[in-house]
């Protein structure tokens, strides 16, 4: 009833509120002596005979204030056609707020309890329920396939497990009968109206029924859509956890293609997944995913990170890339938009420790020189020595060098003159191989440039050792002066160098328009500074890499021609 509802809904549960609800004591006896007046449902007057075409119809509707629902009856026997009201049910809205739609769900929801509840006492279990509610939206809610959120699917799931879809149908909402209890009337409108009797149309025969098309509000709609939590691995994957146990960069890259190379290989059709090894395409394309990682967590905002006043590009597959001098020159990507990378990730730590190994644990200048021809680390020079501060077995040789006075280099030191022109010999070894026999490394090296040429022995003998300085005039040219010392001073080959003839070697060079000259004996740092000071950088090399390892004369071979590229590439300058 409004007087009811005028007093039950503004107060709620605020007690003080339900006096002083705006209607005087005069008027709420008037209001209560109305509802006296009003007809109390008794039992259905019409006997149910088994002939009858019975049918039940739920009528729902919702207001601010309440939301009801009622069942009626209807009868038709030999034509005649009759509809009693068997039960209505009306509810104040909810203390907290919800929208009209969600009213209308909960009317519909105790509709079909109610004409659920009403077949069962009335033995009509298998008469056809007809459900009727004015709200588009909830009807494509109940009739709809998709999944909805957890207040519409609770309620959803009980409304189909009673009725189907089929049995839910729209009407006007001035053709609606429950419209009178969800927004409430007095008393005196409530006894002199029609509503006992069902709606005037529900008379006639079921061609005659209104039928009534509306569409339904997509913005209401799609808020009860169930909200579907897509896992962002961004967050995961970009933090990068996974491989902060893996020890080399190279790993980390075989490690990640092996990853996506799975999840293509699910993906795809069985005529088109990858098998085998992987390849240099697969290798490249996870290498770059790998540093477009690095650099999304390292630079979130271009603008304002360290970048920002350099002149960067982003490329076809996201890589944030510098503008090096070299960008009109013809030649390779990397060498003309090296990738900008961090100083401070565990990836770049990795990078630049793999480099460092693959170098033979060169020095800071000649990884960042290697590092230089691909990548621009920022900090670089501070990056790279703290690093290689933290590689072991460079730990293990690092000692404080001495420091002392330079003097000028000589003048055959400093003038114009071809490659290996002006050329420093010396042996050192000697080295083990698996066979137990020694070998030791001839170094030539140029006075001017400072490159190395690497050549290995079996003997000690002038013969052996005419060989070799053969094999490096045919590779290197024909030197016009040989600086050598007089084989008594390498320390633990000083008795088997004796066997050398020098003079012979002096006067095969003099054939050969070769100007040969000898250190005095036992003073190595007379003349032959320039080479001891390369034959230390190979045995720190040498040391490093073989430790106490013995190999084939082939083996050993390859592996001096490693410390030779390593020591040619490295800057002449410092950086």
């Known amino acids: 009833m409004l007087g009811s509802r005028e007093i039950l809904s503004p107060a709620k549960f605020n007690l003080r509120g339900w006096e002083h609800t705006g209607v005087s004591s005069g008027e709420k006896s008037t209001i209560l002596e109305k509802e006296k007046k009003v007809p109390v449902l008794g039992c259905i007057s019409k006997e149910l005979s088994p002939n009858s075409d019975l049918s039940l119809h739920v009528f729902c509707d919702a207001s601010k204030t309440a939301y009801a629902s009622c069942v009626f009856l209807r009868t038709e026997i030999d034509g005649t056609i009759t509809c009693q009201l068997v039960q209505a049910r009306a509810r104040?809205?909810?203390?907290k707020a919800i929208t009209i739609p969600r009213l209308e769900f909960l009317t519909c929801t105790i509709g079909f309890r109610l004409v659920n509840t009403k077949k069962s006492d009335l033995g009509l279990e298998n008469v056809p329920i007809c459900c009727w509610s004015d709200s588009v939206n909830v009807l494509y809610w109940i009739k709809g396939k998709e999944n909805w959120g957890t207040f519409v699917n609770h309620r959803l799931q009980e409304?189909?497990?009673?009725?189907?879809?089929?049995?839910?149908?729209?009407?006007?909402?001035?053709?609606?009968?429950?419209?009178?209890?969800?927004?409430?009337?007095?008393?005196?409108?409530?006894?002199?109206?029609?509503?006992?009797?069902?709606?005037?149309?529900?008379?006639?025969?079921?061609?005659?029924?209104p039928l009534s098309e509306a569409c339904p509000d997509s913005a209401i709609i799609n808020s009860e859509r169930k909200r579907t939590v897509a896992p962002t691995i961004n967050n995961e994957l970009k933090k990068l956890n996974y491989l902060s146990e893996i020890s080399s960069f190279e790993k980390v890259i075989r490690v990640t293609a092996w990853i996506f190379r799975f999840y293509n290989y699910i993906r795809k059709q069985q005529n088109d997944r990858d098998f085998g090894d992987l390849n240099t395409q697969e290798t490249d394309a996870e290498e770059r995913a790998v540093l477009k990682i690095v650099q999304t967590q390292s630079f979130p905002n271009i603008v304002k990170s360290l970048i920002s006043q350099m002149q960067t590009l982003v490329d076809s597959n996201g890589v944030i890339r510098i503008k090096s001098k070299l960008t009109m020159r013809k030649d390779s990507e990397f060498l003309r938009f090296p990738i900008v990378l961090p100083s401070k990730h565990p990836i770049v730590t990795k990078l630049i420790l793999g480099k460092h190994l693959e170098l033979c644990h060169a020095g800071v200048q000649t990884v960042m020189s290697t590092l230089r021809e691909k990548y621009c680390i920022l900090k670089s020079r501070k990056t790279v020595r703290r690093v290689l501060g933290e590689c072991i077995i460079c730990k293990r040789f690092t000692v404080r060098p001495l420091t002392t006075l330079t003097s000028p280099l000589p003048e055959y030191r400093v003038r114009k003159a071809w490659i290996f022109e002006i050329t420093g010999v010396d042996l050192?070894?000697?080295?083990?191989?698996?066979?137990?026999?020694?070998?030791?490394?001839?170094?030539?090296?140029?006075?001017?440039f400072r490159a190395v040429h690497l050549e290995l022995l079996t003997s000690l003998s002038t013969e052996n050792f005419i060989l070799a300085l053969r094999r490096f005039i045919s590779r290197r040219g024909r030197p016009s002066t040989i600086y050598s010392d007089n084989g008594t001073n390498l320390v633990g080959t000083s008795n088997e160098q004796k066997n050398i003839d020098w003079k012979k070697l002096k006067d095969h060079g003099s054939l050969k328009r070769i100007n040969w000259k000898l250190n005095p004996p036992s003073s190595p740092?007379?003349?032959?500074?320039?080479?001891?000071?390369?034959?230390?950088?190979?045995?720190?090399?040498?040391r490093r890499i073989?430790?106490?390892?013995?190999?084939?004369?082939?083996?050993?071979?390859?592996?001096?021609?490693d410390p030779e590229s390593v020591i040619n590439s490295r800057p002449l300058t410092y950086l």
């Open 546 to 561: 073989l430790g106490k390892a013995r190999l084939t004369y082939e083996e050993l071979y390859t592996i001096v021609c």
């Open 525 to 542: 740092w007379c003349l032959g500074g320039f080479w001891e000071r390369l034959i230390g950088k190979l045995k720190i090399i040498l």
């Open 428 to 448: 050192c070894g000697p080295l083990f191989l698996r066979d137990g026999t020694k070998s030791w490394i001839v170094l030539f090296t140029c006075a001017v």
């Open 92 to 95: 104040v809205a909810p203390i």
């Open 159 to 209: 409304i189909r497990q009673l009725t189907n879809p089929e049995d839910w149908k729209h009407i006007a909402g001035i053709l609606n009968p429950d419209d009178l209890p969800s927004r409430g009337c007095g008393a005196e409108e409530l006894t002199e109206s029609l509503w006992w009797e069902g709606p005037s149309w529900l008379k006639k025969p079921r061609e005659e029924w």
